[in-house]
Structure formats: C-alpha cells, structure tokens
C-alpha cells in the first residue's frame, strides 16, 4: 500500500509525465513494477533495482521466464491484479486507434533520458523513457532507443510473454508510418539462436535461448572427468561461428603494443600445457534458494558443475610474449577477457580476473583449445577459450577473441552488476553492486548424486550407498566429506576419488592448486529403525572451510553461491 | 562395562604383567585409563588414542588440569568413582614400606619397553611400562624412562595435581637408595618457568606453564593494531632467553650449504619488509565447543587472535641468499622451523609450511624482529619469530633458531599429531592423524566483542551498537559482516574498518594478501519487542567462504577450527 501511494505521487507530479499522461503507466502497473528507480550515479554503471512485492500471491507469475541468458536481471514475469482479469495480448497493442502516425525518422530522434526514450513494436511506436528505470535489464533497453525492439527480443527470447506485451501497451504514443513498416519488414528478424549446435537429448534445459543445460546429477559421478557432452553448459548469447582458419585472439594493454595470435600460433608458439579442472556455475543449486524465497536467475539444480581435461597455452605465457613485465604490476591490476558471443548491438560477453591468477607460474590459467583430448566443442568455446581454474564460471570466457591487460575490472554488466553476493537482508530496493566484489574463487562445495531427493529406497537391503561431488574454489583441495543419514545428528568421513582410476586415497596436487573436484562414496550399514533416510552431504576444503549448515542465511537476491549442507530425503 | 571386562582380562593374561602382577594398575584404574592402546605403527609417531568414558558424571574433573603448553595431550584429569572415597597424596606414595630397595644404577636398565619402564619420584620407585600406552601425552614420557620425573613434571605443570600422583601410586615398586636420593637432592629441579617474563595483569590466563593467556574480548575492538601487552599469548614452553649479541639463525637444506646470519646480518643484509598481519590460534573459541561435548586443549575463549604490525626480513629473500633456486622446488615441498624454546629432553618446539608460502613474493612470510614497532617481546618470540601471515598461529614458530628446506613436513608432534582436523564423528579411538592435513591457511571466523554474552541492555536506549572482529585465513580479505539481533531470523550489514583511521570502507589490499582483520560496528534500533536479544554475527570472506551456523557439525575432538557463527545474548 505504501507503494502504491508512491506510485500514485510519482504518477501526478513526475514533470517527465506531464506530457504523457494518458498513456502513462497505470497505478495498477506501478504497484507490480520491478524497478523503482535508476541508478544515477556514475559512468555506465547499470542499476538494477527490483521492487520486493508484499503480496506473496501476486508473484505467481514472477520470474516465469527468469533471465534467458543474459546476466542482465530479464524478469518481467510479474502481474498485476488488474491485469490479471483483462485479456491483454497482442490485437490490444492495436486497439489503440485514433493516435498519431509517426515516422521512423521522427522515432529515431528519441534515443536518449533527455528527448525520451521511443521504440516500435510490430508498427506501433512506444514511449519507454519511464521504464528505463524499471527495467530489470538495467539501462541496456537504451540500447533499443530510435528503433524497432524486435532484434532484441529474438536475442532475449524472455520477452515473448503476453505479460511483457501488456506492460508495452501502456506505454503506446502512436504508430509507425505504413511506409516504415514495409521497410522494417524487409529487415527480417532471423533467429540468431538458429545455428546453434545440437545437444544431447539427456540435458536438462534450463533456458532453449541462449542454451543452458545441465546433465542429470548420477551422470556425474559415473566418472570422473565428464565426458564433453554430458558437460553442464552455460551460455549468455547465440553460439558464434568461428572459422578456425581466419580465428585471430588480440592481446592488448601491454608495453609491447598489440599482439595478434592465430589458432596455430597458440598451438606452435607456446608449450602445450594441460589441466583437469572443475567448471561450477555461480547460480549452481539455485532452486534450493527458490524454495526459501523466489531469486532471480536460471534455475539451476545441483549440476551445473563438471570436470574435464583441458589443454591449451598457458596466459601468462601468452602474456609475456606480449610484453608483460614486473613493472606493469605496478598499474596493471586485471586482465579482461572479451568473448566472440555478441548481442544484437554488437556488445560482446566480457569478465576480468585479477593480474596475480594471470600471471602466476601456479595459477594455471590457460587459453584452452582443446576439451578432454579433442577441440573445444561449439558450445564450450571453440576454437579457444579462457580456462580458469578455481575461479567461477563466468570469468572462464569461451569464444574468446580478446585480452586486455588494465587497471580496471572488465565494465561488462557479468562483472560490474551480475555475479556478485549480497547479505540475505539486501533486496533490490537496497542493494548496491558497488558494495560487493565481483564473485572469482568459489567457496567450498559438495553434493549428493545418488540417491535422488524422493527415491525410495527398499527396507530389505543391508547397506545403503550415497554418492556425490565435492570441490572448492582457489585450488583448495577437498580433504574430508562427511556424511549423515539422520539430517545431520551423526556423521561418518566419505572415501574420496580425485582420479579417473582409483578409490583410493590419491598423492595430493601441490598447495593451491587442487583444480579438479572429488568425487566420493560411502557405504553405510541400513538403519532398519528410520522410516526415512534424510542424507546429508558436507565438504572441508584443505584451508578447512566448512559449508554452511542452511540455505536462508546465505540467501541472496541473485541466487548465487548457494552451497548450505545438501539434503535428500528418501522414504523406505 | 565392556571396558572393565575388557581390562580384567588384559590384567589377567597380559604376558607383560606377569612379574609385577602385585602392583598392576587396579581394576578401576583400568576403567578410567585415558588412552587405549600403543600407536604401533612405524616411524616416531606419537599416538594419543584417548577413551571416552561412558559415565559423563566421572568428567566431573576431567581436563581440568587441560594440556598445559605442550601439544602433547596431558588430561589426567579423570578421577575414579574409589579414588574419590580415598585420600591419596604424597604421604601415600610413602605408605607401601616393605618394598625392595634400588640403586640408580638398577632403575637405569630400565628405560625400555622391553626391558620395563622406571621411574624415580620422591625417592619412589614406579614401573610404569603398563602405563606407557595408557599416557595421553603418548610415547614422549620414555623420555622420563630411568631417571627422575620431577624435571619433567616441572615443565609440564599439569602433572602436579592429586590424581596424578594417586595413578603414580599404584605403579610403586621400591624405593630408591638413600644414597641416590641425596645425590638427585644435590641435582635441583629449578622451575624452568622461573625466568617467564612478567605480564599484564588485565590478560585472562588459560594456563601458567607455560604461559597462555587472552585479552578481555571488548579491549581488541579498542585498536586496529593490538597492543602487544593484550596480544594474546599462546606459549608451549618455557620463554627462552636469547642473547641477541649472540643470536644466530642457522638455514639449511640448500644447495648453498648452511647459512648462519647473526640478528645484525637479518637486519642490514636483507630488505626490512613491513606488514600488519593477524594471528590466531587453532583453538581459538574452543571454549564454544567444550559446550557441545568435552574437547582436550586449552578452554580459550573468542581472544585467541590479536593484530600486530610486524617488520623483518622476508623468508624468500633469506632462502635465496641461501642458494634457493627454482629447481629446487623439484624435491623440496617445505620449509621447516625450529624454535629455541625446548624440553628438559632438548626437544624443541617445530612446525613447517608449504615451501610454495615461504618463497612466493606474494606469500609475505617474514623473520621478524618488530612487532608493532619495537623490538619482538620475549613472549613473543625475542629476537626473530616467524610470521606466516594467513596461516595458523603454530607454524609462526617464536624464538626461532633453526630453518630447514625439505622434502618433509616438521616431524614435530605439533605438525604431525596436533592441530588437525576430524569429522565429528572421530573419536580417540578412531582418530588417524596421519588421515588429515596439518593445519595451515585457516577458515572465515568472526566474534562479537560488545556486549558482552549475558550484559543487560537497559530498555530505555533507542539503538544497540554491536562490535567485533573478522578474518580469514590465505589472505583472502573480510568482505561483509552480517549482524542479527533476533538469532539470525533477520540480517543486517555491519560497517567495516581495515585500518586504524577510517571507519569507511578502505582501498582492498591485493587479492590473497589481506592479511589483517576488520573490526566491524552496527548501531541498529532497539528492537523494543524482544525481551532477549540474542546476537549473531557471521562474516563472508572474498572467496565467499562463509562460517557455519552451528558447532556440533564441527566439533572435533581437539577442539580446533571453531569458526560457528558466534553468539551472545544479552537480557533486557
């Protein structure tokens, strides 16, 4: 209610509505609206508030198409109770007769805050300039001003939702003039998810566009390098195709000036240098997050993480064949890591890694050409990707076509307002992505695979056998795996494998650089006297980090980093 | 019960017990031992198996007299339910006349388990060889074997309690010649501990001999940088007394030969390198888990971590003018560290860290002679002492005489057979030192330092000011602190402050090298609803480590790693 009233203020004294008030927002959107304010402050900095709503039952719809790909927070999926009873789809885009024919020249001079913000839709003409600050993309929607959103749409499929149309509508100022119209048609909206590759038909999809899948969780412990395809897969943007033969990587910021590598001089130039190193996902076991409160993302359940061999140039190698030298530690504190995946705009995914993981002799970063022994798959990065290992996901930019050694982190959204971790008491009203560091190492982490959550497990056996994962971050190895089938009251110590081969307690990797998870198994005696098993999982990492015991202490407004105690339950 | 049968029988057919069956520990010795059985294994292992007794009421003394300095398990603490009804002392080692008198010279052959273990005490004389397994401390009292306990008792203050002499007694099989006593008379036990350095009469003492003593809680708030005065003091021998004019620091292992560099060689010859680093001790909060079920170590409470600002010369730059060279990371993977603070034995104290710590650039490691300034105190460590930033209070070796490059860890029971840590559910009779890793980089940890746990807060103020420290191990930096006043239902962010001015947030310090603690605040409204506040703060590293709800699900046997969330309630 307390919204609503500022709402309503915001509706009758906003002088940026003067003009606009009988196509301004309806109270009733404002009451479901996900952003309240813009950023203001500084540079290109994107904001992304999100207004928490109070009623619970309104966010039935919410985060229906969570963020399909892009880091940019795309979770329009809230309606409103008026909205709700109405029939609202495209023909109402259209009912809006009697308004003024624009023509594209006149819409393309409204690009900016100041002049508004125009776009077109399917040949209407919409004044967006006071959902900028709402939308949950951030100030990438200015990227559609002057012109037509659908590039954009085909690009972040979430917006084909009849909820999204219904909030456009609101904002409808005229239509486009016929002659537009044909020409914009002309320019026919491919699909850039078109070419994207084939994938195997056991992953679990997340989101179909951009592709994100993770395998089912007992495939993971069946070995323990994952085989490629099994691999979890996360992309942001379409797939691009890279001709390995005209393939060029550019190394910039360094006192050599630009140097430029084909393919072949990655693989010629610099020693062949290879590593099994596990990938984990920030958003990993996201729905147990959900399940305490609704966050935004994809909804990733417990195997967006995998293993595999990967080979390729070493970065600093590479970097020092650029020029590098000691000096430039004194001003050069990041290396960004720019991916041939682009948007519709031309903007390309991009991270940054502190200098030290670079250019370390043990920090094993690669510039990885090859995935378990053969070309990196499309979906993984061909021809070339960053490997960093003990370092979140997202920094492991695949499709890599540019490193820039700087001062600054990368500006890209991934790392300035994307994958970063808030107090559980931070909401969107709140929150300020400046406050908190861009998310590199992982914390400690560990999973159960086998049994699943649910299965039922027949009383007559004599031993019950848990499986799972445990890794950490920053090349801290996994040194002990409890395991407990009361929810926690008793434990017993889990038998690791941290090798394709044994079963055994395996020589350790050199301090700080564990990269590769364990896998582990236990085989406990059935208790007859439980009427259901609740099993428990947690992992010590070698600086003897533990997992949290729950979810809603390390609950955020993203829903990343969520690695509390794993739990099944199975009834028998 | 099942150990009392177990007992009797060993009592009965023990071959070992033939000969001194009239004085063989008593039945309800038996059922109180603390250790269980010998270590067997190869190699100088100590082992420290330990019986959980099933009475919990027979606690009722037991660790009162908790390992005083040595790593070395002494809890003879327990008492048995006849021993109680008895009144044993001194005056009874003196009761069993009619005994068989021995010369020194007969009590010298027997310092084996071969051929019996005797000892002298008092002018007794004791076969102790069935005790020997049964000794907490392990195999290190062979070191008494033949001769007089008294020097070693001196050094070991914790034996000099009732119970320990009534277990001695049962162990009496003559009397030592009148002749050999007056010559062990001649031979004074001096107290070795006589020559400890006075101090500050504000600390909270844990154990006198050796010295081991915290601030009050609320004082390490006060200041940034830590007084040396309240520095807590963690000692576990006697203060050794070392003449810097004299003062020599041998290197050895290298290819160069060993190097000897005097205190004025550590001074002009290599750079003076200056950091603030925090140090803190394994058992720090052991106090929370002796709560959850009895722990052996010394009962510290949150004050077992302090902040200096220390200066000396790098380890790094040391081993390389002591012919470190890069291939020889090839078979050295540590470098060890002896201290010049040592047993009546000779034994010194020791400890190693991973070799890739001592000679990263980035690793910090220094051999200081500056603790905040001014030359190191005698308690800690006059005149160089190892600090290790990052890591564990015990490898940052005090007084330090002795540094080895090698293939091995420390031999040292303190690296092999002490700070470890267990799942909770290892045991002393289940517990393999050899299973897990010698502490080294330590978890996220944090602690409320005001209020104080049970002060009364009066009803009538309109906000609540919280204070405390945080930090964590490998030098990854603190970066939030989360305050809850209702249990942790609800959070709130604290203020952090990582230097000794601002309160504001500072520039971070290089990524893996933030070495010294936040102090953290909050003033948040009184919640006038609640009749307790229960506090709760937890802190989140830049790894995103975070620290575990609860103890019990990290309990471990030597009370270590205590890093739950902490907790205090105050009344109001």
Redesign the interface.
Known sequence: MLLLRRCLSLARFSPLNSQRHQVSPTVALCAVRLCSSSGGGGGGGEDQRSYQHTHRPRWRHALAGLLAGSGAVLAYGLHNHKAEQEDISVQNLKKRSGLPIYSQEEVTKHRSLENGVWVTYKGGVYDITEFVAMHPGGEKILLAAGGALEPFWALYAVHNQEHVLEILSEYKVGELSVEDQKKQQAIKSSDPYASDPERHPVLHVNSLKPFNAEPPPEILTDSYVTPSAFFFKRNHLPVPHVDPATYQLRVEGLPGGVLTLSLEDLKTRFPKHTITATLQCAGNRRSEMNKVKQVKGLNWGIAAISNATWSGARLRDVLLAAGYRPDVAQWA?HVQFEGLDKDVTGTTYGASI?I??AISE?GDVLLAYEMNGEDIPLDHGFPVRAVVPGVVGARNVKWLGKIVVSAEESSSHWQQNDYK?F????DWDTVDFKS??A??????QSAITTPADGATIDRSVETVTVKGYAWS??G?EV??V?VSLDG?K????AQLRGSEEGQGPES?P???RAWAWKLWEITAPFPHEAEELEIVC?A?D?????????VS??WNLRGV?S?AWHRVKTPC
């Open positions: 504190h502190p030290n993981k043990e971790g107090s559980p008491g931070t908190a560091p998310i590199q190492e992982l914390p400690i971050g920053g801290r040194v002990r409890d926690g008793t434990w017993q110590v350790s050199p301090p700080g947690k010590v070698s600086s003897y980090n533990a997992q949290p015991d729950t202490p390390i980093l690695n």
